[in-house]
């Protein structure tokens, strides 16, 4: 794990975390129904029962003709045609839900035939599970889409009919013949509202259905996110695929970059002093007999400059993996970690057993890299570390009273932390507004160590 280069990325005053995020002057409540979400929200309800009807229709047709002409040749690559049209289909969905949901939804894994045929696609599209999960959805999307269809016009109609109520009700006296909007009716006996109570309490159970209805529709809407996610998105196993590629990725360029690292302390540190070392020796060596004094003198410095080479070969394999660490765990690591700090740190590790040494690398350069960016931007005048286990993780996180402001985004240091951290499926959480204090926890997978 490199330790070099590691800043807060606008640690202090101007950090873009520690600025405050817009407050709106209304509550959510009171903003909801006639704010941009819950419009999108709506008129997502309102396009998919006509989608789901083409869909739902496309798809049982062509799967129902499909399965009828198994007895022949045709009905295979009908089927094939069929789950393909499905994934069609299942994209413009997706598409919809990203524009009017908000949601982060990838793509599928595209079909990989084992050979370039049109058979070779059919037997791709037919063993594809997201082609068959596509074709379940638009099965479930037209049942649901109904009642969704139904529930929320029936509410959103009858909120903004009533709450409005006031500004058209004399459209009856005037055109209709009868005082207002009727409540009850028969033979001899008729309701109307009409006189400014009646009116004032018909605008005011509008107003309820009008500020439930956006929180109806959105609840709604959760289990089409949901029906998206999991039919229309990618499977778990391939979701994880791509994780792992991708974490795989990270781990290849960390080892590489610190393989540089490493390789160019050795260049520009203690390799030149130890050939610098070399050339003063050989200079001592053949003013030993024509000038002693001056050869001792050459020794003496050559003497230093071999404390200073073995200092800097000390610090190295520091970094790359300390002593203390392996002979007495993450306590006695971490405490010598703080002990170089520029501020007083407070170390509190509360482990029964030691990680396994993978984890406690991690942790223990982590907490390095976090105690070196106090150093260097924090300005604190204290700062603490904690280390304790969580059934099966393992909680690290440091804490100091500086000025704030740290943040994650632009590729700062912590940014870097944070991938790192996620290769290892761990998570890094930054709590830093202005003014401080920053509070940095940090949470890896727990592997024991194997005896």
């Not at 690559?77 to 009017?100: I, S, W």
């Not at 909007?181 to 009116?199: K, M, S």
């Not at 996110?225 to 994780?243: C, D, K, N």
Request: charged share 20%; net charge neutral; aromatic share 8%.
């Amino acid at each position: 794990m490199a330790m070099q280069g590691v800043g807060y990325g606008g640690y202090g005053e101007h950090g873009g975390y520690g600025e405050s995020e817009r407050r709106h002057r209304l509550p959510a409540a009171l903003r909801a129904p006639v704010e941009g979400r819950s419009w999108r929200e709506f008129g997502y309800v309102l396009l998919s029962l006509p989608i789901s009807v083409v869909f739902f229709t496309y798809t049982v047709t062509m799967l129902s003709v499909g399965v009828g002409l198994l007895v022949t040749f045709l009905g295979v690559p009908l089927m094939a045609a069929a789950l393909a049209g499905c994934r069609g289909f299942g994209a413009l969905e997706r598409a919809r839900a990203r524009g009017m949901l908000g949601m982060r939804i990838d793509d599928p894994a595209p079909l990989r035939p084992r050979r370039r045929s049109l058979m070779g696609w059919v037997g791709a599209v037919l063993r594809d599970g997201a082609s068959w999960r596509h074709a379940l959805y638009s099965l479930l999307q037209l049942p649901w889409s109904v009642f969704t269809f139904t529930v929320s016009v029936t509410f959103w109609s009858i909120g903004w009919t009533m709450l409005t109520y006031p500004l058209w009700f004399w459209v009856f006296p005037m055109y209709a013949g009868q005082d207002g909007l009727q409540l009850y009716g028969d033979e001899t006996h008729r309701v109307y509202l009409d006189n400014p109570f009646e009116i004032t309490v018909t605008a005011l159970i509008g107003l309820v259905f009008t500020m439930a209805t956006p929180w109806i529709v959105r609840a709604l809407t959760t289990v089409d996110r949901l029906m998206v996610h999991g039919l229309l998105g990618p499977s778990r196993l391939a979701s994880r695929v791509v994780e792992l590629e991708s974490d795989r990725g990270v781990v290849v360029d960390t080892a590489a970059a610190d393989l540089r690292r490493i390789e160019r302390d050795l260049h520009d540190g203690a390799q030149a002093r130890l050939v610098s070392l070399a050339m003063d020796l050989g200079l001592a060596k053949e003013k030993l007999r024509e000038d002693p004094q001056e050869a001792a003198r050459m020794v003496a410095e050559a003497h230093g400059e071999v404390k200073t080479a073995l200092q800097e070969l000390r610090d190295l394999a520091r970094g790359i993996h300390p002593a203390v660490l392996t002979d007495r765990g993450l306590d006695a690591a971490l405490s010598s970690v703080a002990s170089r700090c520029t501020v007083p740190v407070k170390v509190d590790v509360d482990l029964v057993e030691r990680p396994a040494p993978a984890i406690e690398g991690i942790a223990y350069f982590t907490v390095s890299e976090l105690l070196q960016n106090v150093s260097k931007h924090a300005r604190a005048t204290m700062a603490s570390v904690d280390v304790w286990r969580v059934e099966n993780r393992l909680m690290l996180q440091v804490v100091d009273n500086g000025v704030g402001g740290a943040d994650t985004a632009g590729g700062s240091g912590l940014a870097g932390l944070a991938g790192r951290l996620d290769a290892v499926d761990g998570i890094l959480v930054v709590d830093s507004p202005a003014g401080g204090p920053t509070r940095v926890t940090a949470e890896l997978p727990w592997r024991a160590e194997r005896i």
